[in-house]
């Protein structure tokens, strides 16, 4: 709401320069937006916000101004010098629709239309508004002077000499100010001649039929009260927002209709435009002002401060409330056009406001228990910590994707009934896909070759009742291009399924879980089929892994292959298992490296397996130091070397029981088909 | 006198040491020294060892002398060989160190450098400052109703204040949404609050507008605090509020409160942290105004606990005996101050380029 402080100045002494003005209104809730200077003018700009309607006109600003610094507020002169045959004659006002307009009011002027007067042109102008003729503009200027839209009807023009407030029937039509013909709904409100003819658009935008032109000679000047549901409602139906509207949506003043009507007529004749005919024409009643009980202790209570009562008093009294009684318990009512102060908190509020929230000391409330980070965000934070220092970068990408691009993630999805676009038009089943690989892809159109993120947050899943769908938090990584490591130590090759087997695993034995079982069946359809698989902990399914499939990657027009990996965060918090201390061994261990050629079909875990049931208890530890896959070895075999190492609690072991073991485990792979190349 | 046997075995301890002092220091390894060793003072072939040998012949009373004077030349010639060979060493054990030396000026073997997210960092500053004040940090779901998002926060069906967090619905039926501000949470919390009407936390989480422009982000970061308990004051809100940015972006910057409007506050207050760009003078940053918008903050309307007591069907929190205050800031914006990013947009889109620039 812009403001010359010319104008304000009218209706209340302002002890302050402009910029100081803007300041002190800011802190009682009348955010300055804005400071412009225009000749020897200043024009504020506040950012008045959408319950303080009351203050979007000048008296309004004055009114804040006035209480803020003590002084008296002044309103506008509105006495009406009257002539000619009453008004009612030639007008008549109904109202069909108490529901849409609970007080319509009219007036009749007669007037010579044409240009208005130099200084009413430049305030206009100062305040953005364009002028237009001598009355349209008298109309805008009472208008930001007193927050009361009104509208002028060429009576002559009217199809019939009344106007009625009705709901408009599905169907109607009615071309507005804009040029735009508009087929109504029954959301609509309209101001209607008397025969029926749709005439406006009620508190929203007038019609163009009867609008006021150089020949206009004849008034009917419309002030009314209209509902603020019904009038946000008419106007989003034609995603319109008007001066008009924007007040009457928020709840306009009932009684500044008769206000204004007075006020415009009083300057008409001051301004010599015409005269006035005698009376006002109405229909309706003004809404009797609302009453609340106010405690003025509990004002001191929530403010923790003892406000002094005439305080109290003098802020009200100000701002246009009655108040009544004393004591602990007063009986106050509401200006009307207060509309947004219904119940005690709201006078509560106003008191502070201008009491102030500096004359408020600061304190702290005491803790009454300690503070606390719940095990989920610590856990999510250890599993950033850990990704963040085995190199991977954390991103957060839009929770919001193209449905199309993860089809293959989930049968069943979260759709957006309003999406921006098709990008964004459900909500992410899966973390990584496609999340991170559209990530790598922008990446890689950089230029950049090494990419390793990682993100932690939630898939989205439908609900099997069709309610809030399950937010299950995961984290999840992808690795792609050469091993920024690599630098020094010859390696070149690019990211692998191994690289990413190993991130996971020591993801997962560092957050103090068991460690996961590799399946290489069951992985979703856009990863590589023989380089994927899916992971369990226990009987719980808790992500997959696996490198992207070459055909979804050669959609993604990716250039270096990626791998990637997503597990759900909460079976691993929950599997965490207790550290306990197991005594150091007394007696050494005994080591060997064995080195097996794998029959195809033989996994590393099904060799383990057999390795480990032959050998018995005392091999303690197997680790796969080497593979070799290549001319040395026949086709669809590999060598593997592994790292054994025996040991027993109680005793040293001797020679002839390693090599027992050892000789067990050895045919125990004969058998199944391993060739043992070699035990060192 | 020619054939006086000392005089003889003195002239050729002279000649011995005549010739190892010129071989000592043309030995330049440790064969040449075991050689000069063996030629001198060899158990066996020795030269000084013969003439040791040699003193038998000498009369009784020149054998003494004679005899010291060849132990003095052989723990010389000893002394001589080990000094040598003491420097040989350190020659060789310099030579080597030398022939070790690397070029400090090359970059070493990269250990992994990956990060968090700038936006992470900053979350959990806020909650780290919360937690340490006493609160619990608490985390809502992401999708919303219609209850908790608008409706218990005092905006009802076509109430203005909505115009401003235009919303992401989800297809079907439920009204189901996409929150628009962590708010929904404080809702959430007390009606599932195992200890009403104590509360204390802050719900840190992702929010949703439908905004589409350079200067919003569909989705962003939001934490939300409430404090509910008997006796809680717009005063404990200013100093709860002052002390929190104090820590958060150091105590030299002031903190400003102005009265403001939110359908779920009554009285509102914003908060205002003296420009950390300017320091108060005006920036483009402060739109020359010297003060930044941080955060918005109120007492709880009781409108608020009456939607949440209806929901509970009891007086859980009942107006009369109890008072709160919630606040809400973007962790967004706190980011984009703390490090001078001027694009909400950059946040989210996982460019390597901007996300190296932040150390974990
Ligand atoms: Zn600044």
């Not at chain 1, 991977?392 to 979260?414: K, N, P, T, Y």
């Not at chain 1, 098709?422 to 950049?448: C, H, I, K, T, Y």
């Not at chain 2, 605090?225 to 929190?244: A, H, Q, R, S």
Request: a negative charge.
């Amino acid at each position: 709401m812009k403001a010359p402080i010319s104008w304000l100045r009218e209706y209340v002494d302002v002890p302050v320069e402009a910029e100081q003005l803007g300041q002190d209104l800011t802190k009682v809730g009348l955010e300055l937006g804005g400071l412009e200077r225009v000749g020897d003018d200043v024009v504020l700009d506040f950012e008045v916000t959408t319950n303080r309607v009351d203050c979007m006109n000048v008296v309004g600003l004055a009114r804040e101004t006035a209480v803020r610094y003590g002084k008296p507020l002044r309103r506008p002169a509105a006495d009406v010098a009257e002539s000619g045959a009453p008004a009612s004659e030639v007008l008549s006002v109904a109202i069909d629709a108490p529901d849409l307009c609970p007080y319509f009011a009219a007036r009749v002027l007669e007037v010579k239309i044409g240009p208005s007067p130099d200084w009413l042109r430049a305030r206009l102008e100062a305040v953005g508004v364009r002028a237009i003729n001598n009355l349209v503009d008298l109309t805008n200027y009472v208008m930001l002077e007193t927050g009361q839209p009104s509208h002028a009807f060429d009576l002559e023009r009217l199809p019939a000499p009344g106007l009625r407030a009705r709901w408009a029937k599905p169907g109607e039509k009615l071309r507005t100010l804009d040029g735009v013909e508009r087929e109504l709904s029954a959301k609509n409100g309209l101001v209607a001649a008397s025969d029926g003819t749709p005439l406006a658009l009620a508190g929203v935008m007038g019609g163009g039929d009867s609008e006021v032109h150089d020949g206009t000679r004849l008034i009917a000047l419309e002030a009314a009260y209209w509902n603020p549901l019904a009038t946000r409602r008419s106007a989003r139906s034609h995603s319109l927002h008007t001066e008009a509207s924007h007040r009457f949506e928020r709840g306009a003043d009932p009684a500044a209709t008769r206000f204004a009507l007075d006020r415009i007529a009083h300057l008409v004749v001051k301004l010599g435009i015409g005269s006035v005919r005698p009376g006002i024409v109405t229909a309706g009643a003004i809404p009797a002002a609302r009453h609340v009980v106010y405690h003025p202790q509990r004002t001191n209570r929530l403010l923790g401060v003892r406000v002094p009562e005439g305080e109290h008093r003098r802020v009200l009294v100000g701002l246009g409330f009655g108040v009544e009684g004393g004591g602990g318990s007063w009986g106050v009512s509401v200006p009307t056009w207060r509309g947004d102060v219904g119940s005690e908190i709201d006078v509560v509020e106003e008191v502070a406001r201008h009491f102030g929230v500096d004359n408020v000391p600061a304190t702290t409330p005491p803790a009454s228990r300690p503070g606390r980070l719940r095990d989920d965000a610590r856990f999510a934070r250890r599993v950033r910590e850990l990704l963040a220092g085995a190199g991977l970068h954390e991103v957060i990408s839009l929770s919001m994707v193209s449905d199309a691009a993860q089809r293959g993630v989930a049968d069943a999805r979260v759709r957006l009934a309003n999406p921006l676009s098709e990008e964004g038009d459900a909500l992410r089943a899966s973390v990584a896909f496609p999340g991170l690989v559209q990530a790598l892809q922008l990446n890689q159109r950089q230029g950049r070759r090494d990419v390793r993120l990682f993100e932690v947050g939630a898939a989205f899943l439908p609900a099997a009742d069709g309610g809030r769908p399950r937010e299950v938090r995961r984290v999840a990584l992808l690795v792609s291009g050469p091993d920024p490591q690599a630098r020094w130590s010859g390696r070149r090759e690019g990211a692998d399924f191994a690289e990413l087997k190993g991130l996971v695993d020591g993801l997962v034995e560092s957050l103090g879980a068991p460690a996961p079982t590799w399946e290489a069946e069951g992985a979703p359809g856009f990863l590589h089929p023989g380089q994927s698989a899916r992971l369990r902990l226990g009987d719980a399914a808790i992500g997959w892994a696996g490198a992207l499939h070459p055909d979804v990657a050669a959609g993604f027009d990716l250039r270096d292959a990626a791998c990637l990996a997503e597990l759900d965060l909460a079976p691993l918090l929950a599997a965490r298992a207790a550290v306990r201390f197991a005594p150091l061994p007394k007696f050494p261990a005994v080591s060997r490296d064995l080195s097996v050629v794998c029959p195809p079909g033989l996994s590393a875990a099904g060799l383990e397996s057999i390795i480990r049931g032959a050998a018995g208890p005392t091999l303690r530890h197997v680790a796969f130091v080497d593979r070799y896959a290549g001319p040395q070895v026949k086709a669809g075999h590999v060598s593997l070397t592994l790292s054994l190492r025996f040991s027993d609690p109680d005793r040293t072991l001797v020679g002839d029981e390693v090599q027992r073991a050892l000789e067990a485990a050895v045919q125990a792979l004969a058998a199944a088909g391993a060739e043992v190349r070699g035990v060192a | 006198m020619a054939d006086d046997p000392t005089r003889q075995l003195e002239e050729r301890a002279r000649a011995a040491r005549a010739e190892f002092d010129a071989a000592v220091s043309a030995a330049t390894d440790a064969a040449a020294l075991q050689a000069l060793r063996d030629r001198f003072v060899g158990r066996k072939a020795g030269l000084v060892t013969a003439l040791m040998k040699d003193l038998g012949q000498l009369p009784a009373e020149a054998r003494k002398a004679a005899g010291a004077s060849l132990n003095a030349l052989k723990q010389a010639i000893e002394g001589a060989l080990e000094e040598r060979q003491a420097a040989l060493a350190a020659g060789e054990r310099e030579a080597r160190l030398q022939a070790e030396r690397v070029d400090v000026t090359l970059p070493g073997r990269p250990i992994p450098q990956g990060g968090r997210h700038p936006l992470t960092t900053v979350r959990e500053d806020l909650e780290d400052i919360f937690v340490a004040m006493g609160y619990e940090v608490y985390d809502g779901p992401e999708v919303e109703d219609d209850y908790h998002c608008f409706e218990a926060l005092n905006m009802p069906a076509d109430h203005p204040a909505r115009d401003m967090q235009d919303t992401f619905y989800l297809e079907g039926p439920g009204g189901l949404l996409l929150r628009t501000h962590t708010s929904a949470t404080q809702i959430r919390y007390m009606v599932e609050n195992e200890r009403p009407p104590e509360v204390r936390i802050i719900c840190p989480g992702k929010v949703y507008r439908r905004d589409d422009d350079i200067t919003h982000s569909p989705m962003f970061q939001q934490i939300e605090g409430l404090v509910v308990g008997k006796g809680i004051t717009l005063g404990d809100l200013k100093g709860t509020i002052e002390v929190f940015l104090h820590r958060l972006f150091g105590p030299q910057y002031p903190v400003r409160f102005r009265h403001s409007y939110f359908p779920y506050t009554e009285p509102s207050v914003e908060a205002d942290l003296g420009c950390i760009n300017c320091g108060g003078s005006g920036c483009r940053i402060c739109k020359q105004t010297g003060w930044l918008e941080i955060l918005g903050s109120g007492m709880v309307n009781p409108a608020v606990f009456e939607a949440v007591n209806r929901r509970l069907g009891r007086n859980a929190y009942d107006p009369e005996q109890v008072t709160g205050f919630a606040f809400g800031l973007g962790i967004d914006r706190v980011a984009m101050l703390r490090y001078g990013i001027d694009h909400i947009r950059l946040l989210y889109q996982s460019d390597l380029r901007f996300l190296e620039q932040f150390p974990r």
